[in-house]
């Protein structure tokens, strides 16, 4: 009987057991399960302190029925924290899936050898997929403990472990398809995190106000396509759990996931037949033959012939100079793909609104506002992250290092390069708020408001995204560190000052971060009565009632803070760029047509 080992049973091939044994060789991934564990603990921890003075009480009934209440506060926390983690975490893992292979100049040998195109797709999907597997086993003890404490039923915690597994499966697939075809890991998680807002934002959207599909009949409809409707119906069952509450969207969520991986692995094979017929290497260019010079004949076409064009200077900025000819899209019909679905999608919004008569109040261009923010935070974060770090994963970081350019002169040319990139966003945020304001909808300092807030307090993410993206080496590490700076900053920040000020009974320490958060700004911003800048018109954090000039100055005030960070942060990377990079001092350079030893001509001519 021949000898038959486990591995060759498998049906995800020696992939799987390869892509394995080398994420078990990676520091991100104890890294990653140490910040998932601290961040569940916090949202734990929150849930407790709302609720850890209603237990000490002195009736056993009453006891037991504020248990429930914890238990039930506990099971709530871990269904957000663990349905949005998966669904952020699924694109992160296999944004590199394909592309590194790619990249790494394996995919045609790879694809050279017996290994099946489902062996290759399963290998590194499942493999994976086995991270976050890793993260929910780590978290079943905080499910024992509500089940300790009582007030859930089994019913909905086996609910919530089968939708974040059902959710991670569909968001990996996702990314596994768009890496199939697209080099950038970067590029890959902005543009799965923009299409699960499409699905999962938008469409629910336009059913909830174009369609009024609220209830009824046909409000099954997003419950059963946003993991976040199934998650909040399982944290906050209405009336006794059951199994239909969360299986369509489990059922939904693996259908989606064989669509994707299926499209993935008919990418992959049209990639192995181009690769068979050998269209995949590059053709070699021949060298274009020199042209001979003949004597022009004479005659009128000698004196039409256009002159040689003159020689272009070289610019003393040669960053800058590259990086503000960069587009935001490499490609132009990438460019006006992008232009034409966010023109369409922003038209939809208008007429959905328009049909439940909501485009003339003020909360409504709030939330745009809102919404706006949250775009150019994610552009902003990832291209500065990716600023730098894409010159270390191609092959002119080391070409740029001999160069005797600066620090100063390679990171100013990245965030100015940066700037000029987004000018399309931007141009878009003005004219949404600017044709409101001409309207008479919203009020012109409510455009100056928003304007300064999404300039002023993203600058921020710019700086430290630029200086990730010169301390490490790989794209995507710098993108999740920048992502998860703003995590902690907002959100993190929030849940330690509403546990310390629940144990210490001081109930406005989370308005603390109302001062920095932009969202506050953006919203009491276009919602202020600004037709009185003198009165009582405007709040500030802790309920403090202001007029509108101190709401102004103070919002300009708080833009300034941002900017002055920023600054500082970019001017500390650009002095210590060569310590960082492990690069010798650059000397500077002398100013063109000086030379210290040499007197200037006008002083030898007298």
């Avoid at 600058?459 to 630029?466: E, K, R």
């Amino acid at each position: 009987m021949p000898d038959v080992r486990l591995p060759e049973l498998s049906p995800f091939g020696p992939i799987f057991g390869k892509e394995l044994r080398a994420t078990a060789r990676r520091r991100r991934s104890y890294v990653l399960r140490v910040l998932y564990l601290a961040a569940l603990l916090l949202a734990l921890l929150v849930a407790w302190s709302t609720t850890s003075n209603q237990v000490y009480v002195n009736s056993v009934s009453a006891q037991a029925q504020a248990q429930a209440q914890m238990g039930q506060m506990f099971f709530g926390f871990f269904c957000v924290f663990s349905a949005t983690a998966m669904a952020a975490l699924g694109p992160v893992l296999t944004s590199t899936a394909i592309s590194a292979e790619r990249l790494g100049k394996t995919l045609h040998v790879l694809l050279m050898t017996p290994i099946t195109t489902w062996q290759i797709l399963a290998g590194k999907l499942f493999s994976r997929l086995l991270v976050a597997m890793t993260l929910i086993g780590l978290s079943l003890p905080a499910l024992a403990l509500v089940r300790l404490l009582g007030g859930v039923e089994v019913v909905q915690m086996i609910g919530i472990v089968c939708l974040c597994v059902a959710t991670v499966l569909a968001t990996a697939s996702l990314g596994l398809l768009l890496s199939t075809f697209m080099n950038r890991a970067y590029a890959v998680i902005l543009l799965s995190y923009g299409i699960m807002l499409l699905l999962y934002a938008f469409v629910p959207f336009v059913l909830f106000f174009g369609l009024e599909l609220t209830g009824g009949t046909y409000g099954w409809v997003y419950d059963w396509i946003s993991w976040a409707s199934c998650s909040a119906n399982l944290a906050m069952p209405r009336g006794a759990p059951s199994a239909w509450d969360w299986l369509p969207c489990v059922f939904v969520h693996l259908g989606m996931s064989a669509v994707l991986v299926t499209a993935s692995a008919l990418v992959l094979r049209r990639t192995s037949r181009r690769a068979g017929d050998g269209r995949l290497a590059p053709p070699v260019a021949e060298a274009p033959a020199e042209p001979v010079e003949t004597e022009p004949a004479p005659g009128p076409a000698s004196r039409r012939s256009k002159p040689a064009r003159a020689a272009r200077d070289v610019s003393d900025h040669p960053v800058l100079w590259r990086e503000t000819r960069r587009a935001l899209m490499a490609k132009p019909w990438q460019a006006f793909v992008g232009a034409a679905a966010t023109v369409v999608l922003l038209l939809v919004t208008y007429v959905v609104l328009v049909g439940d008569h909501l485009l003339h109040e003020e909360w409504t261009h709030a939330g745009y506002a809102w919404v706006f923010n949250l775009i150019v935070w994610l552009l902003t974060a990832v291209l500065s992250a990716t600023a730098i770090a894409q010159e270390k994963e191609s092959d002119t970081w080391t070409l740029l290092l001999t160069t005797p350019l600066g620090g100063r002169a390679i990171v100013w040319g990245k965030v100015l390069g940066l700037y000029k990139r987004l000018l399309w966003p931007a141009a878009l945020v003005v004219t949404h708020f600017a044709a409101f304001t001409v309207m008479g909808v919203i009020r012109w300092p409510a455009l100056l408001v928003v304007v300064w807030v999404i300039f002023s307090f993203n600058s921020i993410w710019v700086a430290t995204g630029v200086y990730l993206s010169l301390r490490h080496r790989k794209v995507t590490i710098a993108v999740i560190v920048n992502l998860l700076l703003a995590v902690v900053i907002y959100l993190a920040a929030f849940f330690v000052l509403v546990t310390i000020g629940e144990l210490s009974h001081v109930r406005e320490l989370p308005t603390w971060v109302a001062w920095y958060l932009p969202y506050f700004y953006l919203g009491e911003g276009v919602t202020t009565n600004w037709s009185r800048l003198d009165g009582d018109a405007a709040r500030l954090p802790a309920d403090l009632v202001v007029s509108g000039y101190t709401f102004l100055a103070t919002t300009f005030v708080m833009g300034l803070i941002h900017l002055s960070l920023a600054f500082a942060i970019l001017q500390w990377t650009a002095a210590s760029f060569d310590s960082i990079v492990g690069r010798a001092r650059q000397l500077r350079a002398k100013r063109r047509g000086f030379d210290p030893v040499v007197s200037p001509p006008a002083a030898t001519a007298v």
